[in-house]
């Protein structure tokens, strides 16, 4: 969504609600059923305008250790400042791209600005639960599951010499 910001610069308006759906950009792996919500204002207080917004965008994918089907849905809180047109330079902006950001032509895009707070956000590995023991080594069932029966612990090749050694004294 772009915002005009032409009747909060002529002061008509103090404040701007926001509410409208945004299509996400693609995550690597992960499927998003539905766009993502978007919820927030604009406020203008003096001339000290900032913005909050609430993302909500469902996703689904698979847990990062057992590959099973993870959904859920994501959360992001996004404030920053509106600064006005050219009253920061482009590398302050640049500096401070995670506080501020620039009307430009009196409008103010808000779907670039989530779409990387998004991407930047989004957890990189999705797990079904944070203790999910992953996949058995061996046989590849999920060990949420139970024990699978395969041996836990690789015998250290060298001591399984030394185990064929005591086992051709002892016959
Ligand atoms: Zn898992
Ligand atoms: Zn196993």
């Known amino acids: 969504m ?9 002061g008509e308006i103090t404040r701007m609600e926001i509410a409208y759906d945004l299509i996400p950009e693609a995550v690597m792996d992960v ?3 539905e766009n993502a919500h978007i919820k927030g204002y ?3 207080d003096a001339g000290y305008m900032q913005l909050f917004l609430h993302a909500t965008l469902p996703y689904s994918g698979s847990c990062a250790r057992c590959l099973d089907e993870v959904t859920g849905v994501f959360e992001l809180d996004f404030t920053r400042t509106v600064a006005a047109e050219g009253s920061i330079t482009e590398e ?8 501020y950001v620039m009307i430009r032509d009196g409008r ?3 779907d670039e600005l989530l779409r990387e707070e ?3 956000c989004f957890p990189m590995r999705l797990l ?6 992953g996949l058995c080594p061996k046989c590849g069932k999920p060990l949420r599951l139970g024990d699978c029966g395969c041996p ?3 015998i250290d090749p060298r001591l399984a010499i030394l185990q064929k050694w005591v086992d051709k004294q002892e016959n």
Do not use: H
């Open 118 to 120: 998004l991407l930047m």
């Open 152 to 154: 836990k612990k690789e």
């Open 128 to 133: 079904c639960d944070e203790d999910c023991p």
């Open 92 to 99: 302050k902006l640049a500096e401070m791209d995670d506080a």
């Open 42 to 44: 604009l406020t203008d």
């Open 108 to 110: 103010l895009d808000v």
């Open 2 to 10: 772009v915002l005009n910001m032409g009747p909060i610069l002529r």
């Open 31 to 33: 499927r998003f059923p």
